[in-house]
């Protein structure tokens, strides 16, 4: 059995990107329809189109500037944040309702998990387009001039060893553990904009898990 390794990458694969956004995408399909934005299909029509010419708005090369496809992440992340949070609000409409709601219990769960790990995903997303100024550009600049301070990159790199760089799988593992954690694990936001983002995504996390979930489970008791 092949044993999988943290190798160097020459440059940040948008295929992992793309992967990821495909189970967002599911997810969004999957939303009981009462949390829906718009129609059910519009929004993930949107976000695949958007997905498709991230591949064409992206330089081959590893060091680079591209306005349009920094416009094109951001695009992305406007649509996926816009129909995740109006979800969102729907469900915390629907608690405040209480007995008058006219949603299920397992209807909520569903849209509670969905929300979360939509939100894991999303900020995963954003986390790898910010930092630094995003894949092609912060690989030129110092762990200084960075929005988050990896492991990795506290040990300074030799002749025999490139200098390592966080692809999209790295920032998506630090969504996931602020999610779960509601705080940073082992890898640290050190720009006030990384912090916000982390206290947003957190506070999220938390109305979409410890407030709606526990509702739900209480509707179905």
Same mark, same amino acid.
């Given at each position: 059995?092949?044993?999988? $390794?943290?190798?160097?990458?020459?440059?940040?694969?948008?295929?992992?990107?793309?992967?990821?956004?495909?189970?967002?995408?599911?997810?969004?399909?999957?939303?009981?329809?009462?949390?829906?934005?718009?129609?059910?299909?519009?929004?993930?029509?949107?976000?695949?189109?958007?997905? *498709?010419?991230?591949?064409?708005?992206?330089? $081959?090369?590893?060091?680079?500037?591209?306005?349009?496809?920094?416009?094109?992440?951001?695009?992305?992340?406007? *649509?996926?944040?816009?129909?995740?949070?109006?979800?969102?609000?729907?469900?915390?409409?629907?608690?405040?309702?209480? $007995?008058?709601?006219?949603?299920?219990?397992?209807?909520?769960?569903?849209?509670? %998990?969905?929300?979360?790990?939509?939100?894991?995903?999303?900020?995963?997303?954003?986390?790898?387009?910010?930092?630094?100024?995003?894949?092609?550009?912060?690989?030129?600049?110092?762990?200084?001039?960075?929005?988050?301070?990896?492991?990795?990159?506290?040990?300074?790199?030799?002749?025999?060893?490139?200098?390592?760089?966080?692809?999209?799988?790295?920032?998506?593992?630090?969504?996931?553990?602020?999610?779960?954690?509601?705080?940073?694990?082992?890898?640290?936001?050190?720009?006030?904009?990384?912090?916000?983002?982390?206290? %947003?995504?957190?506070?999220?996390?938390? *109305?979409?898990?410890?407030? %709606?979930?526990?509702?739900? %489970?209480?509707?179905?008791?």
């Amino acid at each position: 059995m092949a044993i999988l $390794k943290n190798k160097h990458h020459d440059s940040d694969p948008v295929w992992h990107l793309q992967l990821t956004m495909v189970i967002a995408i599911i997810l969004q399909l999957a939303l009981p329809n009462k949390f829906l934005f718009g129609s059910r299909y519009l929004i993930p029509f949107v976000e695949a189109l958007l997905l *498709v010419a991230l591949s064409f708005t992206t330089p $081959k090369q590893a060091v680079y500037r591209a306005p349009l496809r920094r416009l094109n992440v951001f695009l992305l992340v406007i *649509v996926t944040a816009a129909a995740n949070f109006v979800a969102l609000g729907l469900v915390a409409e629907q608690l405040l309702q209480g $007995k008058h709601a006219t949603i299920t219990g397992h209807n909520l769960i569903i849209a509670a %998990v969905n929300i979360f790990l939509t939100n894991i995903i999303l900020f995963g997303l954003l986390y790898w387009e910010l930092d630094g100024g995003g894949p092609g550009m912060r690989r030129g600049l110092t762990k200084h001039e960075l929005d988050f301070w990896y492991p990795q990159q506290q040990i300074d790199s030799s002749d025999n060893q490139p200098r390592w760089h966080p692809t999209f799988v790295d920032y998506l593992y630090v969504s996931a553990t602020n999610g779960m954690a509601f705080s940073p694990t082992d890898t640290m936001p050190v720009s006030r904009r990384a912090k916000v983002l982390m206290l %947003v995504q957190a506070t999220v996390s938390l *109305v979409a898990i410890a407030l %709606v979930a526990s509702r739900a %489970v209480n509707i179905l008791t």
